[in-house]
């Protein structure tokens, strides 16, 4: 700011000064010094924005070096190998989903309220897949000692579930909680009401690639939208 002091006029005071300010010079320094916050700011955000781009860019240079889809849905797990009777009392293991992609959840049959509300939304899953779709669906009992096989027919049949495309599988108790708790890693069972009520994406190499809330619509809408991901993707 600068100032400047005038003669003392007359009949004035004998002490002090006057001091005239001019205030348009303050305002164009504060101004100035605005635009160049300003300016600051926006080549912080530039250079920002620049080192997120080339982290990107390097990303998507790894993955696809690495000869993956820049895109690709993660991979959580791998199921391991099981052995399990389905509904019509066939001995049915992991190499009968060999090649193909599936959906799978864990049920019982006496369940009160979650089981039959995501049965019901399987039966959905399954009337969306197109008829010569590879997709299959696969329900896996909690509780084996009550769920056989023909009990497990009977609760397909209450859904519609296709025989060739919706199998309902029953077995040792804890082949089927070592298959949950370390194979699909959600969880154990010896609780048959503390089961997971998530639906799990598996891809045709037998990988878990995501898994979805079975109570949400938009989450079973991602669901069909990463199923599609997952059949364009080359089979290995």
């Known amino acids: 700011m600068q100032t400047v002091e005038s003669p003392r006029p007359p009949n004035a005071p004998s002490h002090g000064r006057f001091r005239i300010v001019y205030p348009g010079k303050k305002e164009s320094v504060d101004r100035l010094s605005i635009r160049n916050q300003l300016l ?3 080549i912080s955000l530039f250079i920002c924005s620049l080192a997120g781009f080339a982290w990107l860019n390097f990303e998507l240079k790894e993955r696809t070096s690495a000869g993956q889809d820049a895109f ?16 019509s ?3 049915f293991g992991l190499a009968d989903l060999e090649g193909k992609v599936w959906i799978a959840d ?5 369940c009160p309220r979650p089981c ?33 096989p023909e009990v497990l027919s009977q609760y397909a049949d ?15 108790k804890a082949a089927i909680h070592h298959l ?12 048959v009401m503390a089961h997971s009520t998530r ?3 598996v891809d045709r190499r037998a990988r878990v690639r995501g898994y979805y809330d079975s109570n949400e619509e938009e989450s079973l809408k991602k669901l069909l939208a990463d199923v599609k991901k997952i059949l364009q993707e080359k089979a290995a």
């Open 72 to 87: 690709a849905l993660p991979v959580y797990a791998v199921v391991p190998s099981f052995s399990l009777t389905e509904q």
């Open 116 to 148: 039959p509300r995501m049965s019901a939304r399987m039966a959905e899953l399954q009337r969306a897949l197109p008829d010569l779709s590879p997709v299959r669906l696969v329900s896996i009992t909690v509780d084996p000692e009550t769920d056989t």
């Open 180 to 191: 949950a708790k370390d194979g699909f890693l959600v969880g154990g069972v010896e609780d």
């Open 40 to 42: 600051a700011a926006s």
């Open 89 to 91: 009392g066939t001995a």
């Open 158 to 172: 209450r859904f519609q579930a296709r025989k060739d495309r919706w199998y309902f599988l029953t077995g040792d």
């Open 199 to 201: 639906f799990i994406l």
């Open 106 to 110: 864990f049920i019982f049959t006496t």
